[in-house]
T-cell receptor
């Protein structure tokens, strides 16, 4: 049962344009969402997060949007740069994950390629 | 300010041997999480520990896997009698408190021959 889904395995974007990565979730008990970026042979690097009490959070070139009614979030990167090329993981946590833990439930990732 | 440290970065074991993976959390972090990434998949939660306590081990396989986070020293993920299906990247993450962002280490890539 995949509670966090990233339906696009890959995305290609021109340098300078906007990259939009999407994520859907099924568990309405999730209340905290994160985006991580991962290069091959490295660990995930935290990018940005959003609490369920907000619908938008911005940090530099990165903006995350949350649509609770649609159980959907997206990460916008603008302008995209070649160094942004990596796998992007969406993750969720909250009461729905069980107990007092904030274990993260990850999507399967989207490979972003930014073309120079 | 060092990040999360994991060692070894690469580990090769033959079937039936034991694998020990170590994780030192970021300074000031007392919460440690272990995740596993199988080839072509996302990260899957395994276990959540605080010093000397296992808080949530709902993602741990029932047999051969154990984890600890002693009062002194790193957290250890131990896999006994490894099988080829244990080959994966194992990531450790830490946070200062519960309900805080988790920061990941570089991972240990385990290969079972």
């Amino acid at each position: 049962d995949q509670q966090v889904k990233q339906n696009s395995p890959s995305l290609s974007v021109q340098e300078g344009r906007i990259s939009i990565l999407n994520c859907d979730y099924t568990n309405s008990m999730f209340d905290y969402f994160l985006w991580y970026k991962k290069y091959p042979a490295e660990g995930p690097t935290f990018l940005i997060s959003i609490s369920s009490i907000k619908d938008k959070n911005e940090d530099g070139r990165f903006t995350v949007f949350l649509n609770k009614s649609a159980k959907h979030l997206s990460l916008h990167i603008v302008p995209s740069q070649p160094g942004d090329s990596a796998v992007y993981f969406c993750a969720a946590s909250g009461r729905g994950t069980g107990g007092a833990t904030n274990k993260l439930i990850f999507g399967t990732g989207t490979l972003l390629a930014v073309q120079p | 300010n060092a990040g999360v440290m994991q060692n070894p970065r690469h580990l090769v074991r033959r079937r039936g041997q034991e694998a020990r993976l170590r994780c030192s959390p970021m300074k000031g972090h007392s919460h440690v999480y272990w995740y596993r990434q199988l080839p072509e998949e996302g990260l899957k939660f395994m276990v959540y520990l605080q010093k000397e306590n296992i808080i949530d081990e709902s993602g741990m396989p029932k047999e051969r896997f154990s984890a600890e986070f002693p009062k002194e020293g790193p957290s250890i993920l131990r896999i006994q009698q490894v099988v080829r299906g244990d080959s994966a990247a194992y990531f450790c993450a830490s946070s200062p408190y519960t309900q805080e962002t988790q920061y990941f280490g570089p991972g240990t890539r385990l290969l079972v021959l």
